[in-house]
């Protein structure tokens, strides 16, 4: 089920590519331990589905205040740009001050929604209290 909604200002934007679940599938489903070969491997570090560079614009023009998605980089891997590594990492925090959430798993959450058809929540991911850090561990929570 797709969930239609208008960014609002100042809104947070959760996504999901399906890469978590597909690293979870089992190789053969009822077989215990039974995890595809690739498994999580090069889940960080790899090949990623995600947003490209080119959504830059549109983030800066709608002012949401957060996206986060179940990829470990956010944006498409590899990068479109072999000039620049995580090309926008570059522009969004720095330039449009977005905060990016990498590695979320928002499944149970959607699962959720789509149950009691409640798509909107408050969200809060507080990151580990180091003064000045990026990359720093959050631990969201979302609540109804």
């Known amino acids: 089920m797709r969930y239609e909604h208008d960014v609002v200002r100042g809104e947070g934007v959760l996504g999901t590519r399906d890469q978590i679940r597909h690293r979870r599938q089992p190789a053969h489903p009822g077989v215990r331990g ?3 070969e690739q498994g999580w491997g090069d889940y960080a570090g790899g090949a990623a589905p ?3 560079f080119t959504i830059a614009d549109w983030l800066h023009r709608t ?3 957060a996206i986060a998605t179940a990829t470990w980089g956010v944006e ?3 990068n479109e740009f072999d000039v620049a ?3 926008l990492h570059q522009v969004a925090i720095p330039n449009i ?3 990016l959430g990498e590695m979320w798993d928002p499944d149970l959450l959607a699962a959720d929604c789509a149950e009691d058809g409640i798509y909107e929540f408050f969200l809060t ?3 580990i209290p180091v ?3 990026v990359g720093a561990p959050v631990n969201p929570i979302a609540v109804k």
């Open 50 to 52: 995600g947003l490209s």
């Open 76 to 78: 498409f891997r590899p």
């Open 34 to 36: 039974a995890f595809v």
């Open 63 to 65: 002012e949401i205040a």
């Open 125 to 127: 991911a507080a990151p």
């Open 97 to 99: 001050g977005l905060f």
């Open 85 to 87: 590594f995580q090309p």
């Open 131 to 133: 003064t000045g850090a």
